[in-house]
């Protein structure tokens, strides 16, 4: 992690948990615990939690953003979330092609590189997540699956619409399995993400562009994970829901 380059971004994707008043209540627990860090504080929260979210966060530090927003603008896509919907409430960051959409919702590199289309062009921050299978790595394809799925996603983005993305490493095989990534892996993986981005943009960019490690990173490994040169953050799961957990997470950050 280099600060003095680039930003060091925690977020929390709190996948699909917390009521409304839940969510009100694990903010206002999360806010004093993280009121000094010394990075962005985000929180990713189901679409009907966003304004309980935002309330709560008001005159904090934390961020809210959305989990996912749809390609179109409006349209006969029952059940979605378009992205000009969610900067009319005032959410200016998104999650992209978690590797749950990817795995259970049929979500590819094309609709993946849509969704971020949209979500730039309606002026949010897209968090990206690329990452690939257990079966891919041991097939020993990783760094190409993910230079692919990053130069696929980002097709047609700007040098200065990249200063809105965010890219989050997320090897499926560590999402929801309590598997980690060794810190050597994380890295490999930012550092080729990092390498992907200066080939298509430049050296600034590249340098630039923040990069988080989202494979189960929690309170016991964050330190470790966020030594690492190349990974600038994580995309937090289960330890968001856990105000001590979150919290040990962006001191980590802050101390390093």
């Known amino acids: 992690m280099n600060k003095a380059v680039r930003k060091?971004?925690?977020?929390?994707?709190?996948?699909?948990?917390k009521t409304p008043e839940e969510a009100k209540e694990l903010i206002s627990a999360i806010a004093p615990l993280v009121k000094d860090a010394g990075c962005d504080v985000m929180a990713c929260t189901p679409y009907v939690d966003l304004w309980a979210a935002q309330e709560a966060a008001k005159g904090t530090n934390i961020q809210i953003g959305a989990e996912n927003c749809h390609w179109a603008k409006s349209g006969a896509f029952t059940g979605e979330i378009a992205a000009d919907m969610l900067a009319a409430m005032g959410i200016n960051i998104v999650i992209i092609g978690?590797?749950?959409?990817?795995?259970?919702?049929?979500?590819?590199?094309?609709?993946?590189?849509?969704?971020?289309r949209a979500a730039l062009d309606a002026g949010l921050t897209v968090i990206l997540c690329v990452g690939e299978t257990l079966e891919q790595r041991e097939q020993g394809i990783t760094s190409e699956l993910v230079a692919m799925q990053t130069k696929i996603a980002l097709g047609g983005v700007s040098k200065e619409e990249l200063g809105r993305v965010i890219i989050a490493y997320e090897p499926l095989w560590a999402i929801g399995t309590g598997k980690t990534a060794t810190a050597q892996q994380a890295n490999e993986v930012c550092a080729l993400i990092r390498d992907t981005i200066k080939e298509l943009y430049d050296e600034a960019a590249?340098?630039?562009?923040?990069?988080?490690?989202?494979?189960?990173?929690?309170?016991?490994?964050?330190?470790?994970l966020l030594a690492q040169p190349?990974?600038?953050?994580?995309?937090?799961?289960?330890?968001s829901l856990k105000p001590a957990d979150f919290a040990a997470i962006i001191e980590a950050v802050t101390k390093g």
């Open 206 to 224: 590249g340098e630039g562009i923040t990069i988080q490690y989202g494979g189960s990173m929690n309170a016991a490994n964050a330190a470790e």
């Open 8 to 17: 060091a971004v925690i977020a929390g994707n709190w996948k699909m948990n």
């Open 98 to 116: 978690h590797s749950e959409r990817r795995q259970y919702f049929g979500e590819t590199d094309v609709t993946v590189h849509d969704r971020t």
């Open 230 to 239: 190349d990974v600038d953050g994580g995309l937090i799961g289960g330890a």
